[in-house]
C-alpha cells in the first residue's frame, strides 16, 4: 500500500521569499514520486518527477524537490516566490501497479 | 496534439439523473484513471484501466460505471446521481512505464441537486 502526507494545507510567502512544500510518502517499492500543480479552476500540471535517477529533480518555474529515502520524503522548493505561483500543489506517489496516491494538498498564498 | 480530452466541461444534475463523463487521449496511453476531487481529500481513484477490455475498481468506486472498448477512450457513467457526487471530475492517462509522466485532462465540475 503506498500514501502520501503533505505535512502544511496551507503556507503563506512573501514575493521573492522561498517556498518549502513538506511531502512525505510511504510505499512497498521504490516508488516513482510527483508534484503537480493546480491553479484555480484549472487542471493539473506536472511540476516535476523523481523515478530513481537522480535525487534532485529540477522542474518548470524554477521549482525542484529532493528525494530522501532514509526520511521517505520529497519537500517542493523554489528559492524566490512569484505572485504566479500562487496555487494548489499535490505530492503524488506512483506504485507498481500504476495507481496513484495523491496527498490532500498545500494551498500556496504569496502576499505582494 | 489535444492530450486528455473531458466532455462536459460543467454539467448540473438532478437527484437520480444518470449521465456520462467522456474522456478521450490521443497518445496511445495503455493506462487510463478517473478521479474525483473534493475540498481537502486531494484527488481520490474511482476506476482504471490498463488497457482496451481491462478495467478495475480504485478507491471510491461506488455508483460509478466505466467500460474500455477502444484505446482511446474511458467514459464514466454515474447511474443515478446523489448530491454526494457533486465533486470535480479529473480523466488522466499514461504509458504503462514506471515514472511515465501522467496527463491530465481539464476537469469536469457536476453539481447534483
Known amino acids: 500500500a503506498q500514501s502520501v502526507t503533505q505535512l502544511d494545507s496551507h503556507v503563506s510567502v512573501s514575493e521573492g521569499t522561498p517556498v518549502l512544500l513538506r511531502c512525505n510518502y510511504s510505499s512497498s517499492y521504490s516508488p516513482s514520486l510527483f508534484w503537480y500543480v493546480q491553479h484555480p479552476n484549472k487542471g493539473l500540471q506536472l511540476l516535476l518527477k523523481y523515478t530513481s535517477a537522480a535525487t534532485l529533480v529540477k522542474g518548470i518555474n524554477g521549482f525542484e524537490a529532493e528525494f530522501k529515502k532514509s526520511e521517505t520524503s520529497f519537500h517542493l522548493t523554489k528559492p524566490s516566490a512569484h505572485m504566479s505561483d500562487a496555487a494548489e500543489y499535490f505530492c503524488v506517489v506512483s506504485d507498481l501497479d500504476y495507481k496513484l496516491s495523491f496527498g490532500a494538498g498545500t494551498t500556496v498564498t504569496v502576499r505582494a | 496534439n489535444a492530450g486528455v480530452t473531458q466532455t462536459p466541461k460543467f454539467q448540473v444534475l438532478k437527484t437520480g439523473q444518470s449521465m456520462t463523463l467522456q474522456c478521450a487521449q490521443d497518445m496511445n496511453h495503455e493506462y487510463m484513471s478517473w478521479y474525483r476531487q473534493d475540498p481537502g481529500m486531494g484527488l481520490r481513484l474511482i476506476h482504471y484501466s490498463v488497457g482496451a477490455g481491462i478495467t478495475d475498481q480504485g478507491e471510491v468506486p461506488n455508483g460509478y460505471n466505466v467500460s474500455r472498448s477502444t484505446t482511446e477512450d474511458f467514459p464514466l457513467r454515474l447511474l443515478s446521481a446523489a448530491p454526494s457526487q457533486t465533486s470535480v471530475y479529473f480523466c488522466?492517462?499514461?504509458?504503462?512505464?514506471?515514472?511515465?509522466?501522467?496527463?491530465f485532462g481539464e476537469g469536469s465540475w457536476l453539481t447534483v441537486v
Open positions: 488522466a492517462s499514461s504509458g504503462t512505464g514506471a515514472g511515465n509522466t501522467i496527463y
